[in-house]
């Protein structure tokens, strides 16, 4: 059992960045596949962004060319560099596993942007 908890989330400006971060409970749980979701009021849950085991990485249309999903060295993390933020990126974000089974989600970061 492992449990996933996001971190970075917070209020900016329209145009602002953020650098969201997903971290294991256990030091030893390394990230395979990643990806992230966003789930906005009133709005079914949306998938964001992937990372495979590899290194591929895919983004929805709607945040290609402003996000950046990443793992960290010491692939214990997973990022999601969020630039040119708009008013409708605001969402609870949340990292989920891919490839474990089960699958985890983590708890979500709220990111709000102001325009």
């Known amino acids: 059992q492992v449990q996933l908890v996001e971190s970075g989330g917070g209020l900016v400006q329209a145009g602002g960045s953020l650098r969201l971060s997903c971290a294991a409970s256990?030091?030893?749980?390394?990230?395979?596949?990643m990806d992230w979701y966003r789930q906005a009021p009133g709005r079914q849950r949306e998938w964001v962004a992937s990372?495979?085991?590899?290194?591929?990485?895919n983004y929805a249309d709607s945040v290609k060319g402003r996000f950046s999903i990443s793992r960290g060295a010491a692939r214990n993390t997973v990022y999601l560099q969020m630039n040119s933020l708009k008013p409708e990126d605001t969402a609870v974000y949340y990292c989920?596993?891919?490839?474990?089974?089960?699958?985890?989600w983590g708890q979500g970061t709220q990111v709000t942007v102001s325009s």
């Open positions: 989920h596993t891919i490839d474990t089974v089960p699958t985890y």
């Open positions: 990372l495979s085991t590899g290194g591929n990485t």
């Open positions: 256990r030091t030893s749980f390394y990230f395979g596949a």
